[in-house]
């Protein structure tokens, strides 16, 4: 059933060439015309074997739809043949609507929540486009609507890009890699309205930009020339149980703007940076300049928020989860971060190296024997907290919260908070963990261990050597030419990489214990061996104690757009964040962020 999709777009943009003509005559047949019937016949049959069978209520719907607009539109059948089985899909889609253009990839619920890249160039914002192409006169009502939407969600996902093109890697199958922006084809192709973000120079730029990031990744193909299964390398730990050979080919999607005629301006306007380039009036490069200050923009329908400078591109999330069991359900839904620079990582067993927490809580109630993590989240929601600075100014910073449990059984109960950078550090956020026992739970002496990672980094220098260990005497003495290491101190771990400096720093007194992780190879997306910094914490509950809270400022900063000195990582590391509780904050005359 999902071929018929792009067969179905095969037959839409060129019936000529894939479905036999009928005859001029049909009383005086020629044996070749006779064989053009029978062969448009077969392809009609095909086509309508979709319909009757059993299909899931996600994106796939929009298949059938496809199939049977190509039935429609290049085979010739009566619209009214298939108009309700079009409309019965379309009906369901339509619950999947969230709104500001998003749509989620299923019902939005307590059973399940999923609005990752089938929302868009996967599926439903792709299918829905091309259905705008080729639909508008038998739909108009529909297509209008469609279009809208789509100019709505286009002025949000530009911000799933990085200056250089890179995605933001999130959510399952992965492996169809540069389809992620099949949307940008789709909205070409489908001619609709751009909002006022963006122009057809700037989504050139978006589409073209992605693709070049794509061909410095050598390692997606075979020896044979054909692409493997895997993100930016060959990896079977991150790929589906619906995957096969051909599933990276559903990168082919972001290429339909070849279906664009030669005279069309796509193909002779200017590309044009990155949105957010305008942020600089003197810039004219397709790639970031290292002053593009901090744009954070919280996004409600998908319960994320978007961050983007100079120094780091990466989303916080927190509300999504997969209901149904895909291989790393947890990794590819339910960490806190996901970074176009640093990926994320997949689970390769049970043990805690084997779960490779980066951007993620791993809680262990029997001594370290088992791990788990936030899976299935309760009354995601995205609000604003406070920033004051000592001078009595202040501003508001998205934040996102909701609640988990490490599982059914479990006596626990954890509200999680992610707070966005602010301008005052931002190359750092904050996550906040109240850990309560349920009402329900008999008081007894509860031990329970943590372990919570920044951003993945690589573990190797790029000659291949490991590295170096470091300690706060060598940023003192010679530090400028400090480029890589780690640094396990305190409360705290830091990395510098190749890829960027990574690190995390429990910000309560005494609590935690910084340490660089190793976990197992080909775990990272973009990294086949990479290095976590985590902080580790013991805890036990007492027979009447309510709560325990963690409380962690993660710091990245990637190399990708700027090139930073050792004391110049060094200042930016020491400058932590500061949080304050709101009863004590008009105390404070210090820059704080406010947190109940």
Same mark, same amino acid.
């Given at each position: 059933?999902?071929?018929?999709?792009?067969?179905?777009?095969?037959?839409?943009?060129?019936?000529?060439?894939?479905?036999?003509?009928?005859?001029?005559?049909?009383?005086?047949?020629?044996?070749?015309?006779?064989? @053009?019937?029978?062969?448009?016949?077969?392809?009609?049959?095909?086509?309508?074997?979709?319909?009757?069978?059993?299909?899931?209520? +996600?994106?796939?719907?929009?298949?059938?739809?496809?199939?049977?607009?190509?039935?429609?539109?290049?085979?010739?059948?009566?619209?009214?043949?298939?108009?309700?089985?079009?409309?019965?899909?379309?009906?369901?889609?339509?619950?999947?609507?969230?709104?500001?253009?998003?749509?989620?990839?299923?019902?939005?619920?307590?059973?399940?929540?999923?609005?990752?890249?089938?929302? =868009?160039?996967?599926?439903?914002?792709?299918?829905?486009?091309?259905?705008?192409?080729?639909?508008?006169?038998?739909?108009?009502?529909?297509?209008?609507?469609?279009?809208?939407?789509?100019?709505?969600?286009?002025?949000?996902?530009?911000?799933?890009?990085?200056?250089?093109?890179?995605?933001?890697?999130?959510?399952?199958? #992965?492996?169809?890699?540069?389809?992620?922006?099949?949307?940008?084809?789709? $909205?070409?192709?489908?001619?609709?309205?751009?909002?006022?973000?963006?122009?057809?120079?700037?989504?050139?730029? #978006?589409?073209?930009?992605?693709?070049?990031?794509?061909?410095?990744?050598?390692?997606?193909? !075979?020896?044979?020339?054909?692409? @493997? &299964?895997?993100?930016?390398?060959?990896?079977?730990?991150?790929?589906?149980?619906? +995957?096969?050979?051909?599933?990276?080919?559903?990168?082919?999607?972001?290429?339909?703007?070849? =279906?664009?005629?030669?005279?069309?301006?796509?193909?002779?306007?200017?590309?044009?940076?990155?949105?957010?380039?305008?942020?600089?009036?003197?810039?004219?490069?397709?790639?970031?300049?290292?002053?593009?200050?901090?744009? $954070?923009?919280?996004?409600?329908?998908?319960?994320?928020?978007?961050?983007?400078?100079?120094?780091?591109?990466?989303?916080?999330?927190?509300?999504?989860?997969?209901?149904?069991?895909?291989?790393?359900?947890?990794?590819?839904?339910?960490?806190?971060?996901? =970074?176009?620079?640093?990926?994320?990582?997949?689970?390769?067993?049970?043990?805690?190296?084997?779960?490779?927490?980066?951007?993620?809580?791993?809680?262990?109630?029997?001594?370290?024997?088992?791990?788990?993590?936030?899976?299935?989240?309760? @009354?995601?929601?995205?609000?604003?907290?406070?920033?004051?600075?000592?001078?009595?100014?202040?501003?508001?910073?998205?934040?996102?919260?909701?609640?988990?449990?490490?599982?059914?059984?479990?006596?626990?109960?954890?509200?999680?908070?992610?707070?966005?950078?602010?301008?005052?550090?931002?190359?750092?956020?904050?996550?906040?963990?109240?850990?309560?026992?349920?009402?329900?739970?008999?008081?007894? @002496?509860?031990?329970?261990?943590?372990?919570?990672?920044?951003?993945?980094?690589?573990?190797?220098?790029?000659?291949?050597?490991?590295?170096?260990?470091?300690?706060?005497?060598?940023?003192? !003495?010679?530090?400028?030419?400090?480029?890589?290491?780690?640094?396990?101190?305190?409360?705290?771990?830091?990395?510098?990489?190749?890829?960027?400096?990574?690190? &995390?720093?429990?910000?309560?007194?005494?609590?935690?214990?910084?340490?660089?992780?190793?976990?197992?190879?080909?775990? +990272?997306?973009?990294?086949?061996?990479?290095?976590?910094?985590?902080?580790?914490?013991?805890?036990?509950?007492?027979?009447?104690?309510?709560?325990?809270?963690?409380?962690?400022?993660?710091?990245?900063?990637?190399?990708?757009?700027?090139?930073?000195?050792?004391?110049?990582?060094?200042? #930016?590391?020491?400058?932590?964040?500061?949080?304050?509780?709101?009863?004590?904050?008009?105390?404070? !005359?210090?820059?704080?962020?406010?947190?109940?």
């Amino acid at each position: 059933m999902v071929e018929l999709e792009i067969i179905g777009f095969a037959l839409l943009v060129a019936p000529e060439a894939f479905v036999p003509s009928l005859p001029a005559e049909p009383s005086n047949l020629t044996p070749q015309e006779m064989s @053009n019937l029978e062969a448009r016949a077969r392809v009609i049959k095909y086509i309508r074997a979709i319909n009757g069978k059993e299909m899931p209520f +996600n994106n796939w719907r929009w298949f059938r739809i496809m199939a049977n607009l190509a039935l429609v539109k290049a085979c010739g059948v009566p619209y009214e043949e298939v108009k309700e089985l079009m409309d019965s899909d379309h009906d369901i889609l339509n619950q999947f609507y969230l709104g500001n253009g998003w749509a989620a990839d299923g019902f939005w619920s307590d059973q399940g929540r999923q609005a990752d890249y089938y929302s =868009s160039s996967f599926a439903i914002q792709f299918s829905q486009l091309l259905y705008v192409k080729y639909a508008s006169d038998i739909d108009p009502e529909r297509c209008e609507v469609f279009k809208e939407r789509g100019r709505l969600f286009g002025d949000q996902f530009w911000r799933y890009f990085d200056f250089d093109g890179a995605a933001i890697p999130f959510g399952r199958s #992965l492996t169809y890699r540069f389809a992620a922006a099949g949307f940008w084809s789709a $909205v070409i192709v489908a001619e609709v309205p751009l909002p006022a973000s963006l122009n057809l120079g700037t989504v050139k730029g #978006l589409l073209l930009r992605h693709l070049r990031w794509w061909s410095k990744h050598p390692d997606i193909f !075979n020896p044979d020339g054909t692409f @493997n &299964i895997g993100y930016a390398y060959p990896n079977m730990y991150m790929c589906e149980d619906y +995957n096969s050979p051909q599933s990276p080919y559903w990168c082919l999607k972001t290429l339909i703007s070849i =279906s664009l005629p030669e005279t069309h301006e796509f193909w002779t306007c200017t590309e044009l940076p990155h949105p957010l380039a305008k942020l600089l009036p003197s810039s004219s490069s397709s790639t970031a300049p290292p002053t593009v200050p901090l744009s $954070v923009v919280g996004l409600d329908e998908p319960k994320q928020i978007l961050v983007s400078s100079s120094h780091h591109h990466y989303l916080l999330s927190l509300g999504q989860f997969c209901p149904w069991p895909i291989k790393a359900s947890e990794a590819k839904y339910c960490k806190f971060a996901y =970074s176009s620079a640093f990926s994320f990582s997949v689970p390769t067993g049970p043990l805690i190296q084997q779960m490779a927490p980066d951007n993620t809580l791993a809680i262990s109630e029997d001594e370290g024997d088992t791990w788990r993590l936030m899976w299935k989240t309760a @009354n995601p929601q995205l609000g604003r907290v406070q920033f004051r600075r000592s001078d009595g100014s202040s501003e508001e910073v998205p934040k996102l919260s909701g609640t988990w449990s490490p599982g059914k059984k479990s006596p626990l109960i954890i509200e999680t908070t992610l707070i966005a950078p602010t301008k005052r550090w931002p190359d750092w956020h904050i996550r906040v963990h109240t850990i309560r026992r349920r009402d329900t739970v008999k008081p007894t @002496n509860n031990f329970i261990r943590t372990v919570e990672g920044g951003f993945a980094v690589p573990c190797r220098r790029e000659d291949g050597t490991a590295l170096p260990l470091l300690n706060a005497a060598d940023f003192e !003495n010679g530090h400028e030419n400090i480029t890589d290491g780690v640094l396990d101190g305190g409360n705290s771990s830091l990395i510098l990489s190749s890829a960027g400096v990574s690190g &995390i720093v429990h910000l309560l007194r005494g609590a935690g214990k910084g340490e660089a992780l190793k976990p197992d190879p080909n775990t +990272n997306l973009m990294f086949q061996r990479s290095i976590i910094p985590t902080v580790r914490q013991q805890y036990e509950f007492v027979e009447n104690e309510e709560e325990m809270r963690i409380l962690v400022a993660v710091f990245a900063i990637s190399r990708k757009h700027v090139s930073l000195s050792g004391k110049e990582i060094w200042k #930016l590391w020491n400058d932590r964040p500061v949080v304050s509780r709101v009863r004590d904050a008009s105390q404070n !005359n210090t820059d704080a962020i406010v947190i109940a």
